[in-house]
């Protein structure tokens, strides 16, 4: 009996550690701020209950994430610089992501800088709904990414605005521009000035990607709510 005991109460014992390193690891990658000149308040990242965050993901400071979020392993969103990132529902943050920003808050000071507006809110980063980050893409702020956008591997944004419904194509990068909705940057094209990016091609059924970023979309979203458990309410 007293051995069958200490094996019930090492069991017990393995378990319990076991639920605290997990949420040792829940708390490590999901984390506030620590206090700056610029930032006195830690901010903690709000993230809806639909959304998943792979524990090798790190999100911190001043993060809003929508529902149906997916964030990949080791993905970096940090609001910790550049204060308030926002990142809409049924976005998908791939493998090795990294979403950053410039100081753009001064205490004491109406002063805003390297900041992107939305609903004339100011945001560090903002994406919209329906965008797809895919693997070690980097979104650098200032910048904002309107709704249905698709950032190809290894592409960069910098200091720029990408309007809806735009393609970045693997390895493209994108420099203090705005993006005209409806357009693709090619592969490997670097766009730095506004006449470059004001004659990118225009996006049609002949681009090869035009419909791949709405698959994307779906298939993130389900894959989202069913490492949260919640597979019985995806809808197509």
């Known amino acids: 009996m007293k051995m069958k005991n200490k094996l019930a109460l090492g069991l017990i014992a393995s378990s319990f550690a076991g639920k605290v390193m997990e949420n040792m690891k829940t708390k490590d990658n999901v984390s506030p701020n620590t206090e700056t000149t610029f930032n006195l308040y830690k901010d903690t990242p709000v993230i809806s209950e639909r959304s998943y965050i792979h524990h090798f993901a790190s999100v911190i400071g001043s993060v809003e994430i929508k529902e149906e979020v ?60 329906s965008c797809t980050l895919s693997p070690q893409s980097q979104i650098h702020g200032p910048a904002r990414l309107d709704s249905n956008v698709w950032i190809g591997m290894q592409c960069l944004v910098f200091d720029s605005f990408v309007q809806e419904n735009v393609v970045l194509e693997p390895g493209a990068k994108v420099i203090g521009v705005t993006i005209p909705k409806n357009r693709y940057v090619p592969a490997g094209m670097v766009v730095t000035t506004q006449e470059e990016a004001d004659q990118l091609p225009v996006l049609n059924g002949k681009n090869r990607y035009f419909e791949l970023n709405e698959k994307l979309v779906d298939t993130n979203r389900e894959l989202a709510l069913g490492y949260k458990g919640d597979q019985k309410e995806w809808k197509h």
Do not use: M
């Open 70 to 129: 997916f964030v990949a392993p080791f993905a970096s969103i940090r609001g910790d610089e550049g204060l308030k990132i926002h990142i809409g529902k049924f976005c998908s943050i791939q493998d090795g992501v990294v979403i950053h920003g410039l100081k753009n808050f001064e205490l004491g000071s109406n002063v805003v800088q390297n900041t992107v507006f939305k609903d004339r809110f100011p945001y560090s980063v903002h994406i919209s709904e």
